[in-house]
């Protein structure tokens, strides 16, 4: 084994050698210390529910796949519905009708030969837009034989893609819209068949919509938390949705549909995927997750750029659920779980339960103190019902377990290297977590009430405008 793969190894055992260490020395000193059920239970508010979670959404999402799974040969791989049931019979392959891919870009001229590097075979079904881009990306993409429209104006991705859609060809029926950072990978380096297979397959299933994998590329201690988060977020939050599923900044939809549901949108960039699904699904649409085709991206790289992300999604959140919160109550009839999902889970947990979560996230932290003060300073503070060091050892101890379950049923093999080392830490990425949510709704309630945020995050640059409509595009050809 290498070094650096015998760190990685050695990394998180180290640190559950650590724990059952600190587990064992409270046990021993929980008789001196004074403990409350209730204190107890919402201290480990998070556990519970993360676990409960976990384990109804992996058994739906068994459920979904089991059929598919028991007749060898079929296409299923991770995908939400049962897809064999709706393609051609004996596995037959159908060629994809025309579909194009479609970007906002926005001063691109940096990372311009990453993106025409990425996305050069697939050249002739590429249609781009500049949404206001003040550098020569419009003019150096024209050079290269790529199309792209020039609005002149800083709309934000939604409006500007709405303009570009509206000028593709008739025939084009198909549209997968991606942002210009998102990397399409290929058979062997995690997807498991073609683009063109994953159009033709959705095509045939008369879906409005579909969300492909989405991976973190490996950069930095950072990344690995990201990348551990969202193999859970796709293989069990996506999957165990069936055809009530989200779309996200990559998606692949049907022409009609995302038309029709641009007529409706805000067009503001906050939540604009939550947006998008809930405005598809509210019409009776239906939108699914195929995992076998994996595309990846970029992480924010630095702590401030991934707190301002966090912050501009959670502001999105409340932004959307009580603008279309009647349209959620109408997805919420279609099923039980999507009843669980879109009112219980987003609406109960994530929003209603968020001060009790932040009251769940003091305790813990008082609980890390006290016990860091019994074993290295010799109990120099008070301790008591509050700061009970077991209420912080039995989480983080309940977390590690469950992030092992997690990794050894839901991520990737081939990733599992990778995220092993931050899977001891996840519980303090969970509570860090807290601070930018908390940011997010507090900025939605300023906004509303005084007029302005309280944090800008990076999103706001793209604050949607009133403009005036220019008559045409620039040219497509």
């Not at 010799?378 to 209420?391: I, R, S």
């Not at 931050?422 to 509570?431: E, G, K």
């Not at 800008?456 to 403009?467: A, F, G, K, T």
């Amino acid at each position: 084994m290498s070094r650096r793969g015998l760190a990685t190894v050695l990394a998180p055992l180290g640190v559950c050698a650590l724990l059952a260490g600190w587990i064992a020395l409270s046990v021993a000193n929980a008789q001196a210390i004074g403990f409350s059920i209730f204190l107890f239970a919402i201290a480990n508010l998070i556990v519970y529910t993360d676990a409960i979670d976990f384990a109804l959404r992996h058994y739906m999402r068994r459920r979904h796949t089991a059929a598919a799974e028991a007749a060898p040969g079929t296409p299923q791989g991770n995908v939400s519905i049962h897809l064999p049931s709706v393609l051609a019979p004996g596995g037959r392959v159908v060629p994809p009708a025309p579909f194009a891919i479609v970007a906002s870009v926005y001063n691109l001229e940096d990372a311009l030969e990453d993106f025409t590097e990425a996305f050069g075979r697939y050249r002739d079904r590429v249609w781009l837009i500049s949404d206001g881009s003040t550098d020569n990306t419009v003019l150096r993409l024209r050079q290269a034989g790529w199309r792209c429209a020039e609005d002149g104006v800083n709309r934000g991705k939604p409006a500007a893609l709405k303009r570009l859609i509206e000028q593709l060809p008739p025939h084009i029926q198909t549209v997968m819209v991606l942002d210009p950072d998102i990397r399409i990978r290929p058979v062997g380096a995690g997807s498991t068949l073609e683009l063109e297979q994953y159009v033709s397959d959705f095509q045939q299933s008369g879906a409005a919509a579909v969300c492909p994998r989405i991976m973190i590329d490996p950069d930095g201690f950072l990344a690995r938390f990201q990348a551990f988060e969202y193999a859970l977020a796709f293989r069990v939050g996506r999957e165990s949705l069936a055809d009530f599923s989200i779309t996200s900044g990559v998606s692949l939809y049907r022409r009609a549909a995302l038309e029709g549901m641009l007529a409706e949108h805000s067009l503001s960039i906050y939540a604009e995927d939550f947006e998008n699904a809930v405005l598809l699904l509210a019409r009776g649409e239906r939108i699914y997750y195929d995992g076998r085709l994996v595309v990846s991206t970029e992480g924010p790289g630095t702590v401030q750029r991934w707190f301002s992300q966090r912050v501009g999604w959670y502001h999105g959140l409340l932004k959307v659920y009580t603008e279309r919160f009647r349209l959620i109550l109408r997805i919420s009839r279609r099923s039980p779980f999507a009843a669980y999902h879109y009112l219980f889970y987003v609406g109960g947990l994530s929003i209603v339960m968020h001060l009790v979560k932040i009251l769940s996230a003091l305790l813990l932290l008082g609980s890390l103190v006290a016990g860091l003060d019994a074993l290295l300073l010799d109990q120099l503070l008070p301790t008591g019902n509050l700061t009970n060091p077991a209420y912080f050892i039995t989480a983080v101890s309940g977390y590690l377990a469950l992030g092992v379950i997690a990794l050894f049923t839901c991520v990737p093999r081939s990733e599992r290297a990778y995220s092993a080392p931050v899977v001891p830490l996840y519980l303090c990425y969970a509570l860090v977590h807290i601070v930018p949510m908390t940011v997010g709704f507090a900025n939605f309630f300023a906004l509303k009430l005084l007029g302005r945020r309280l944090y800008q995050d990076h999103y706001e640059r793209l604050v949607e405008h009133p403009v005036t409509e220019p008559e045409t595009l620039g040219v497509l050809e």
